[in-house]
């Protein structure tokens, strides 16, 4: 976790930013950390990053756009060099939050760089959790977990909200992945992660929705706020549902190592291999999204796959990845997608 004075520090820098500008992961972490804080602080725009896993020159333009006087990164590993220069031409303060695991490199003066793992406890909550201690909003704890329970973390706060919510959440749960595929509450997660795989208007939609929602419930409950959102949810989850009982088969007929690819207009890659990995928790997970002459790869295990998707992708030009220990993602062109797999293949059966 982070100390006291780091969360102080971040407190004063939200307090000084009178027209932040926020990045975040595009997933519920990313999300409902950007949530929390405009919540806290009622103002700010924010974008969802989908160039996985980097923050890019491509994102520089908004700079130009919305003419902030603080930028605030949340949950992305990395940040081109570009964006960075970007930043300093116009004299805009970074106040980067994340959790994994990566060497940034050397920083500059602009840059406040705040990341549990570097602390001396080396822990790496979700950036969700991270900032319901930065906002201390007791009405948003529900929030919060919705981030953590999204990023498989079961944080100590959710006894209290079972107790507010005993119709969406049972208590004594074991685990994160318990509460996001057998509870109501993990239900609202689902929900909140489909609306986020939508056009920028409508991702907008939601994220307006989310400032102002008083309840969990509001959020199952159906209504002319929230139609919307629920809509896109059942036309998601019907996708889902028959790309998940594709990759169950394959999961069931693997041995050490279940890999799924499949195609279409969406990627679902994340969501799918979580849920592998709760059913088949003994096995490697890897899931590929094929577009084009691009793929995006899931590896979920209960080893440390981190490793290998590293030494893997540095085998590979033009592949990116990272992640966590036990939960990786990686972009690369499609023609490596096999010497990916067999890679993984091969460092099992030493």
């Not at 103002?43 to 896993?53: E, L, T």
């Not at 909550?125 to 930065?134: G, H, N, T």
């Not at 419930?217 to 036309?235: M, V």
Request: aromatic share 12%; hydrophobic share 40%; net charge neutral.
């Amino acid at each position: 976790m982070l100390t006291e004075k780091q969360l102080n520090e971040i407190r004063e820098h939200l307090e000084n930013a009178k027209n932040p500008l926020f990045f975040f992961d595009n997933d519920v972490d990313g999300m409902m950390s950007f949530v929390l804080l405009r919540r806290m602080i009622g103002r700010g725009a924010g974008f969802a990053i989908k160039s996985s896993p980097e923050l890019d020159k491509s994102y520089a333009n908004r700079i130009d756009e919305f003419s902030p006087d603080y930028i605030f990164v949340l949950d992305k590993p990395m940040i081109s060099q570009d964006f960075f220069r970007s930043a300093e031409q116009h004299n805009i303060p970074i106040v980067w939050i994340d959790h994994h695991d990566i060497d940034v490199g050397k920083l500059g003066d602009n840059v406040y760089y705040y990341n549990p793992i570097k602390n001396k406890e080396k822990l790496h909550e979700p950036i969700s959790y991270i900032v319901y201690k930065i906002s201390r909003r007791k009405q948003d704890n529900w929030i919060s977990l919705a981030g953590c329970i999204g990023d498989n973390f079961l944080p100590e706060f959710i006894s209290e909200v079972a107790y507010e919510y005993p119709e969406l959440l049972k208590r004594n749960i074991k685990s994160a992945f318990e509460v996001l595929y057998n509870s109501e509450f993990g239900k609202i997660i689902s929900i909140i992660s489909s609306a986020m795989k939508d056009r920028t208007t409508n991702v907008v939609f939601l994220m307006n929705f989310l400032f102002k929602v008083n309840s969990p419930i509001d959020i199952l409950t159906e209504s002319e706020s929230n139609c919307r959102i629920l809509d896109r949810y059942k036309q998601i989850n019907h996708t889902y549902e028959k790309l998940l009982e594709k990759a169950k088969r394959v999961a069931r007929s693997s041995k050490r190592i279940a890999f799924f690819q499949y195609g279409g207009e969406l990627s679902m890659s994340s969501d799918i291999a979580n849920e592998l990995s709760y059913r088949f928790p003994s096995k490697i997970i890897i899931v590929a999204y094929v577009k084009g002459n691009i793929a995006n790869v899931s590896v979920r295990g209960s080893v440390d796959v981190r490793k290998i998707t590293i030494e893997a992708i540095k085998q590979m030009p033009g592949a990116t990845g990272g992640g966590h220990e036990n939960a990786t993602g990686a972009k690369m062109p499609a023609e490596y997608l096999l010497k990916f797999r067999n890679l993984f293949e091969e460092y099992f059966r030493r």
